[in-house]
């Protein structure tokens, strides 16, 4: 019976200090969202690798993700909430091929992130949302 009880409370102890854990939605710590990608009003172009880093801009405020943006749509499920920079990756094969310094081929591209988005974007994240668009 002793046992028992013992067994209950470290139990009950066990999951009281578990119920701060974890980070996701529920816990206000992240959000998730989805979204489109466009430039100028027009969808990426189709050959293109692209990425979104999402990064707070305050310690202790979450973890920096990277998320693929694939045929000019991305989804981010554990986006740090808060005041976060949004940095943007979208390179376009040049169809230019070079020999490296080991003579190994190396295929060169262009970034299509306008200038002025180059330091990053501003946002604040505060709920989910499958409608967080970016337009460059």
């Given amino acids: 019976m002793a046992l028992r009880i ?54 202790g405020q979450g973890k920096t993700v990277s998320v693929p943006v ?22 376009q094969p040049t169809g230019r091929v070079f020999d490296n310094d080991r003579g190994a081929p190396i295929k060169e591209s262009k970034s299509l992130v306008p200038d002025k988005y180059g330091a990053g974007l501003d946002l604040t994240v505060s709920d989910d949302s499958d409608a967080q668009n970016f337009e460059l």
């Fill in 70 to 91: 694939i045929n000019g749509r991305y989804d981010s499920p554990d986006t740090p909430t808060g005041a976060i920079k949004a940095f943007f990756t979208i390179q």
């Fill in 6 to 59: 013992v067994s209950l409370i470290a139990l009950a102890l066990s999951l009281g200090w578990c119920s701060g854990c974890g980070g996701g939605a529920s816990s206000g710590n992240t959000a998730h969202l989805k979204g489109a990608v466009t430039i100028g009003g027009q969808p990426l172009p189709a050959d293109v690798e692209a990425s979104i880093l999402f990064r707070p801009t305050q310690s």
